[in-house]
């Protein structure tokens, strides 16, 4: 690539499912690279197979890329569309030599790779009208468009990441470049989309590394410049096996919804196969000051939720009071039945958000340690604030009903009457908190409960306690 040119990435999933976590890695790898050179990110929807691609999968894709923050360039472009182009290249190959018209059956084909079988050969086209006539096939046949490939010698795909990979010419056979219905094929249309689009740097997962190899003669044939490569290691489960849906093989909106952000998300898949050090809190503008493609490791990444979750948690301690009770009160409204959070009850967990996140490892652990700020009224009580409220817990309501009345309304104040209270009967604060907690909340753990009395306001907080206290 000249010295001069900026470079220009692209990112390219198929729609014919969700937008999963290696593909988002994918994707952040190309944006951080393209940010911090002052490159173009492309995104390319690759819709060619028909019958599996929806309006659904391509909706997902562009959700899961917006929530992370990965912004592109332009409109995004759809493979589909221009099979035209596709084809005209084709032709190009056919007029200049470089492809050929087979005729070759499908019951021939089978019969080649039935001997091939037989033999113990790696099943691959023969050959037999890359030099043939013609003239010679039957008259309105149907025929497929081959690449006239090297039979010699190696196609060395030079990658940042592998390092050079090479493949033998003779096991490489003529691919199909259009099939016997005018159609183009998958190998095809990505090189004629990544030369249209000017795309320089060629980032994707490992399991396209036996495409490059084919994509490169494509290429090469048609005398076009040769992209970057790099060629990412796969995910695997803590296990150390293939990533599945129990390890978090899981689509990207799925994890917005189990309630974590998208900085940790970022955060999280930037490590997954490459490090800075030992940095593990690493921002988006660090990211995209540090990340280059020559450290990404060769060996697969594995996925681990235990350090996903601490790192969420990071991002929610740090994240702004304000932005996280909008984050909650998004994750409600997700939820089925969807849940719609009043003025008052987001004032409420405003106000009660520093001590809410300082435990909450995902957005949904922090809407359901807020569920008491909700709603109003007497709350349902888990199995420890039933076992808190039997016996002396009720009898410490009744008695500390009136003097909270009559208290000044402010933390500090219900905490020093709650205080003397305790002192007078031979008892710890504790023993007077509890039994508050469990009236007000429905539950034993909570923010400070004199700053939770604060927040609900006498009237609430005076009309949960006396629902217990009898």
């Given at each position: 690539?000249?010295?001069?040119?900026?470079?220009?990435?692209?990112?390219?999933?198929?729609?014919?499912g969700?937008l999963?976590?290696?593909?988002?890695?994918?994707?952040?790898?190309?944006w951080?690279?393209?940010q911090?050179t002052g490159g173009?990110?492309?995104?390319?929807?690759?819709d060619?197979d028909?019958?599996?691609?929806?309006p659904?999968?391509v909706a997902?894709?562009?959700?899961g890329?917006?929530?992370?923050?990965l912004?592109?360039d332009?409109?995004?472009m759809y493979?589909?569309?221009?099979a035209?182009r596709?084809r005209?290249?084709?032709?190009?190959l056919?007029a200049?030599?470089?492809a050929?018209r087979c005729y070759?059956?499908?019951?021939?084909?089978?019969?080649?790779?039935?001997?091939q079988?037989?033999e113990?050969?790696p099943?691959?086209y023969?050959g037999?009208?890359?030099?043939?006539?013609p003239?010679?096939?039957?008259s309105g046949?149907p025929?497929?468009?081959?690449?006239?490939?090297p039979?010699?010698?190696?196609?060395?795909v030079?990658?940042?990441?592998?390092?050079?990979?090479?493949?033998v010419?003779?096991?490489?056979?003529?691919m199909?470049?259009?099939?016997?219905?005018?159609?183009?094929?998958y190998?095809?249309?990505?090189?004629?989309?990544?030369?249209?689009m000017?795309?320089t740097?060629?980032?994707?997962?490992?399991?396209?590394?036996?495409?490059a190899?084919?994509?490169?003669?494509?290429?090469?044939?048609l005398?076009w410049p040769?992209p970057v490569?790099?060629?990412l290691p796969m995910i695997?489960?803590?296990?150390g096996?293939k990533l599945?849906?129990?390890?978090?093989?899981l689509?990207?909106?799925?994890?917005?919804?189990?309630?974590?952000?998208?900085?940790?998300?970022?955060?999280?898949?930037?490590r997954?196969g490459?490090?800075?050090g030992?940095?593990?809190i690493?921002?988006t503008?660090?990211?995209?000051?540090?990340?280059?493609?020559?450290?990404?490791?060769?060996?697969p990444?594995r996925?681990?939720?235990?350090?996903?979750?601490?790192?969420?948690?990071h991002?929610?301690?740090?994240?702004?009071?304000?932005v996280?009770t909008q984050?909650v009160?998004?994750l409600?409204?997700?939820?089925q039945p969807p849940?719609s959070?009043?003025?008052?009850?987001?004032g409420?967990?405003?106000?009660?958000?520093p001590?809410?996140k300082?435990?909450?490892?995902?957005l949904?652990e922090?809407a359901?340690?807020?569920d008491?700020?909700?709603?109003d009224?007497p709350?349902?009580?888990?199995?420890?604030?039933?076992?808190t409220l039997?016996?002396g817990?009720?009898?410490?309501?009744?008695q500390?009903l009136?003097i909270?009345?009559?208290?000044?309304w402010?933390a500090s104040?219900?905490?020093e009457?709650?205080?003397?209270f305790?002192?007078?009967?031979?008892?710890?604060?504790g023993e007077v908190?509890q039994?508050i907690?469990?009236?007000?909340t429905?539950?034993?753990?909570s923010p400070?409960?004199?700053?939770?009395?604060?927040?609900l306001?006498?009237?609430?907080?005076?009309?949960?306690?006396r629902?217990?206290?009898?």
């Amino acid at each position: 690539m000249p010295q001069n040119e900026r470079p220009v990435l692209r990112f390219a999933p198929s729609p014919t499912g969700y937008l999963h976590i290696g593909g988002a890695r994918t994707a952040l790898f190309n944006w951080l690279y393209a940010q911090q050179t002052g490159g173009k990110f492309l995104l390319r929807i690759e819709d060619t197979d028909r019958q599996r691609s929806t309006p659904e999968a391509v909706a997902a894709i562009l959700d899961g890329m917006t929530w992370l923050g990965l912004n592109w360039d332009g409109e995004p472009m759809y493979q589909f569309a221009r099979a035209a182009r596709h084809r005209e290249i084709a032709d190009q190959l056919l007029a200049a030599g470089k492809a050929y018209r087979c005729y070759t059956t499908s019951a021939e084909l089978e019969e080649i790779r039935a001997r091939q079988r037989a033999e113990g050969k790696p099943m691959r086209y023969d050959g037999r009208w890359r030099d043939r006539d013609p003239s010679e096939a039957p008259s309105g046949a149907p025929f497929v468009v081959r690449l006239k490939a090297p039979q010699e010698g190696e196609t060395i795909v030079h990658d940042v990441v592998q390092g050079d990979v090479r493949f033998v010419n003779e096991n490489l056979d003529d691919m199909v470049l259009l099939r016997s219905d005018g159609t183009p094929t998958y190998m095809l249309a990505v090189v004629v989309d990544d030369f249209d689009m000017g795309i320089t740097h060629v980032i994707r997962g490992d399991d396209h590394l036996n495409n490059a190899a084919r994509q490169l003669q494509i290429i090469q044939a048609l005398g076009w410049p040769i992209p970057v490569y790099g060629h990412l290691p796969m995910i695997h489960g803590p296990d150390g096996a293939k990533l599945s849906k129990r390890h978090g093989a899981l689509a990207v909106d799925a994890y917005r919804d189990m309630g974590y952000l998208p900085e940790a998300m970022r955060n999280y898949l930037l490590r997954l196969g490459w490090s800075h050090g030992n940095d593990e809190i690493i921002s988006t503008e660090q990211a995209i000051d540090w990340f280059n493609l020559e450290t990404v490791g060769r060996n697969p990444a594995r996925f681990d939720f235990k350090k996903l979750d601490n790192l969420n948690a990071h991002y929610i301690r740090s994240t702004d009071d304000a932005v996280l009770t909008q984050e909650v009160a998004a994750l409600l409204g997700r939820m089925q039945p969807p849940r719609s959070l009043t003025e008052q009850a987001k004032g409420r967990l405003l106000a009660l958000m520093p001590a809410l996140k300082a435990r909450a490892k995902t957005l949904v652990e922090l809407a359901e340690a807020g569920d008491f700020l909700y709603t109003d009224g007497p709350r349902q009580l888990d199995q420890q604030a039933q076992k808190t409220l039997s016996g002396g817990g009720r009898i410490v309501l009744q008695q500390i009903l009136p003097i909270l009345a009559s208290s000044t309304w402010q933390a500090s104040a219900l905490e020093e009457a709650g205080r003397r209270f305790a002192e007078a009967q031979g008892l710890k604060l504790g023993e007077v908190a509890q039994p508050i907690r469990a009236a007000t909340t429905g539950r034993t753990a909570s923010p400070p409960i004199f700053e939770v009395l604060e927040v609900l306001g006498p009237e609430e907080s005076l009309s949960r306690i006396r629902a217990y206290a009898r």
